[in-house]
């Protein structure tokens, strides 16, 4: 549960800070307002970076300074903390920096007013039109096509989306992962599923920050993995009678303990291995497979069949086929589709 509001300020006259310290105060139940002193990793120094960083802690930073300059670069690429730019610099895409015209106010926020409605709709919080639509699946099946289809259909339809996917290689570890992933630690039995998943979970929880932020302003998520890619990929390698508790313990850690938003909805695009194995070898857009890619054909039924066991057995879990009982696989639009029945529920709410 979020406890806290820290709002970094970088901004030059009595009146703007005054604006802002009434907007957050209105906004916000419990907040706190600390005002740069020299640079913005600086100021973090001196009132210890743990602040920012911690779990209960939401953290922004309003300045009129723009992606241009090192504070923000550092706030949003290095922090990744949610920034609001007073001042319209280049456009660049990033989801965690707003400026007035990305917020919508008509002009772009050029006088007090402007600024004092920007800095309004930045704190319009409205968590309970947020929702997170994870898509999950063994190697091979689509996953980030059925997560393109779903982004833009759920913009198209006027809902705010983010996105991301996961092992996320511009997030802390994702460089690690990748070489694991390649091989160079060791074959896919050699790497110990419970070390292997907290690398997984510290992955995810560097994007903590990026994630509660679109959970406040009301976001539909749609992630490419999560959490419960652990489930299928990591908890298959235990013997059956230890994976339930290993499910467990994996939610305990990403969703008790670093508070990650738990998933209201998860489709399991289910293809068969063979079936799974074809359609990556015939995809020349594909970077070279990786160890879970290149797995033998019995872990590959052994991850299909702990997905399985969480689609009977785990609330909000969707199982959607993506081929026929001989094999022959649906278009990517009858499978967007199928997926989309499944989440109406989660959208609904908005």
């Keep these: 549960m979020m406890r806290k509001v820290v709002v970094f300020v970088d901004v030059k006259g009595d009146e703007l800070c005054s604006v802002i310290q009434q907007q957050v105060a209105k906004s916000v139940a419990e907040a706190e307002i600390v005002f740069l002193e020299g640079s913005f990793a600086c100021t973090l120094n001196r009132r210890g970076r743990r602040m920012a960083d911690s779990v209960g802690t939401f953290a922004c930073f309003i300045t009129e300074k723009t992606l241009d300059h090192a504070d923000v670069v550092y706030a949003v690429y290095y922090m990744r903390l949610p920034v609001l730019s007073l001042t319209e610099g280049r456009r660049a895409r990033v989801s965690i920096l707003e400026t007035p015209s990305s917020l919508g106010v008509a002009d772009g926020g050029s006088t007090i007013e402007g600024r004092a409605e920007a800095i309004r709709r930045f704190f319009a919080f409205e968590p309970t039109k947020s929702a997170v639509i994870v898509f999950e699946g063994g190697d091979g099946v689509g996953k980030a096509t059925q997560t393109a289809y779903m982004v833009k259909r759920l913009g198209s339809e006027g809902h705010r989306v983010g996105t991301i996917d996961f092992p996320s290689d511009i997030h802390r570890y994702g460089d690690l992962i990748r070489e694991i992933l390649s091989g160079k630690k060791g074959g896919i039995r050699d790497l110990d599923p419970k070390l292997f998943s907290l690398l997984y979970s510290l992955n995810r929880f560097d994007c903590l920050n990026e994630l509660r932020y679109w959970m406040k302003r009301g976001t539909k998520v749609v ?11 990591q908890a298959s390698k235990l013997s059956e009678d230890e994976r339930v508790d290993f499910i467990r313990h994996l939610e305990l850690v990403e969703v008790g303990w670093f508070q990650l938003p738990p998933s209201d909805a998860v489709i399991y695009l289910d293809l068969p291995p063979p079936v799974a194995l074809t359609a990556m070898k015939g995809d020349n857009k594909r970077e070279a497979l990786d160890i879970h ?31 026929t009982d001989e094999g022959v696989r649906h278009s990517r639009e009858e499978t967007h589709e199928l997926a989309y029945g499944k989440i109406k529920h989660c959208i609904s709410k908005a």
């Design 293 to 323: 890619e290149t797995a033998n054909v019995s872990y590959k039924e052994d991850v299909r069949r702990t997905y399985m066991w969480c689609c009977r057995n785990m609330p909000g879990w969707f199982h959607v086929g993506c081929c």
């Design 223 to 233: 992630l490419d993995r999560y959490y419960t890619a652990n489930y299928g990929h």
